[in-house]
């Protein structure tokens, strides 16, 4: 450490947060926590990362404090069990990431220099590349980082990000939008080709229906990158409001005895629009 930087306070709060895993898991601990595993706790890791982004979307600090914390605990609750099974402890979570940490910021702890934020990428992903190739292993896609197991819009925006690194991108965002008109274009002309030729689930007409789908999709995911924006964050928000404004329908609806089911789209569209009103007050 840095000879004037002060010791982190958390370093002390840290250290009981650990032990206070290690004997949940210990004997005569929790039951609960000592029956889990790594496959176990996925369902919950991926929750409370996801929780954390909507308290950033959506909470104050004290919400995103908590969240954090939640998301912190799965990263010790995982260490601890492989602590318990003799393979690795936090510790060497900590250092592994630390090392790596110095190592791909050479413009910080080295002589290298990197201006911008493109040079710090572009930097980190030669790094990296250099790094795999010490450890012998076979040259691959720069791809290959990303996650298959990424919900599809941030596996989407994850390896074009990476490309844009090496400068395959488009050049702003003007150019990616006419991309999402030129797709539209092309999912209309499947859509009333599979119409027109009567085509059925499975059918060469439905497959390209899907294709142009998921090339629109794809387009939409890059025109968000190159706004600046988290494409699965901005999805994620439009999904919080279509809950609210659906349920102002629902409880408009209730309060006069009556079901969604129960009303006309018309009916239903004028509720909607009265929900869109109340949120511009």
Same mark, same amino acid.
């Given at each position: 450490?840095?000879?004037?930087?002060?010791?982190?306070p958390?370093?002390?709060?840290?250290?009981?947060?650990v032990?206070?895993?290690?004997?949940?898991?210990?004997?005569?601990?929790?039951?609960?926590?000592?029956?889990?595993?790594?496959?176990?706790?996925?369902?919950?890791?991926?929750?409370?990362?996801?929780?954390v982004?909507?308290?950033i979307?959506?909470?104050?600090?004290?919400?995103?404090?908590?969240?954090?914390?939640?998301?912190?605990?799965?990263?010790?609750?995982?260490?601890?069990?492989?602590?318990d099974?003799?393979?690795?402890?936090?510790a060497?979570?900590?250092?592994?990431?630390?090392?790596?940490?110095?190592?791909?910021?050479?413009?910080?702890f080295?002589?290298?220099?990197?201006?911008t934020?493109?040079?710090?990428? !572009?930097?980190?992903?030669? &790094?990296? #590349?250099?790094? %795999? /190739?010490?450890?012998? =292993?076979?040259?691959?896609?720069? $791809?290959?980082?990303?996650?298959?197991g990424?919900?599809?819009?941030?596996?989407?925006?994850?390896?074009?990000?990476?490309?844009?690194?090496?400068?395959?991108?488009?050049?702003?965002?003007?150019?990616?939008?006419?991309?999402?008109d030129?797709?539209?274009?092309?999912?209309?002309?499947?859509?009333?080709?599979a119409?027109?030729?009567?085509?059925g689930?499975?059918?060469?007409?439905?497959?390209?229906?899907?294709?142009?789908l998921?090339?629109?999709?794809?387009a939409?995911?890059?025109?968000?990158?190159?706004?600046g924006?988290?494409p699965?964050s901005?999805?994620?928000?439009?999904?919080?409001?279509?809950? !609210?404004?659906?349920?102002h &329908?629902? #409880?408009?609806? %209730? /309060?006069?005895?009556? =079901?969604?089911?129960?009303?006309? $789209?018309?009916?239903?569209?004028?509720?909607?629009?009265?929900?869109?009103?109340?949120?511009?007050?």
């Amino acid at each position: 450490m840095d000879s004037n930087q002060t010791p982190s306070p958390a370093g002390p709060a840290f250290e009981a947060f650990v032990a206070l895993i290690a004997r949940l898991r210990a004997p005569g601990g929790c039951p609960w926590d000592r029956e889990q595993t790594h496959a176990s706790l996925k369902p919950m890791t991926i929750e409370e990362a996801y929780e954390v982004l909507e308290a950033i979307d959506e909470g104050g600090d004290a919400e995103l404090a908590g969240e954090l914390g939640d998301l912190l605990l799965q990263v010790v609750f995982h260490s601890q069990i492989a602590a318990d099974e003799g393979r690795f402890t936090i510790a060497d979570v900590i250092a592994r990431v630390s090392e790596k940490m110095v190592r791909r910021h050479p413009h910080v702890f080295a002589d290298e220099t990197a201006r911008t934020s493109g040079d710090v990428l !572009r930097n980190w992903e030669a &790094i990296k #590349e250099a790094e %795999q /190739a010490r450890a012998g =292993k076979s040259e691959g896609s720069m $791809l290959d980082s990303v996650s298959a197991g990424l919900p599809a819009a941030m596996e989407a925006y994850q390896m074009t990000t990476k490309a844009s690194r090496v400068g395959f991108d488009w050049p702003d965002a003007a150019s990616v939008l006419a991309k999402l008109d030129e797709e539209t274009a092309e999912l209309r002309q499947a859509v009333a080709a599979a119409g027109a030729t009567g085509g059925g689930a499975g059918g060469a007409a439905d497959a390209r229906v899907a294709e142009e789908l998921g090339d629109l999709l794809f387009a939409a995911v890059n025109v968000a990158r190159l706004l600046g924006h988290d494409p699965e964050s901005a999805l994620k928000a439009a999904n919080r409001k279509f809950r !609210r404004r659906f349920r102002h &329908i629902e #409880e408009r609806l %209730q /309060a006069a005895g009556r =079901k969604p089911a129960e009303a006309t $789209l018309a009916e239903m569209d004028v509720l909607w629009e009265e929900a869109k009103a109340r949120e511009s007050l």
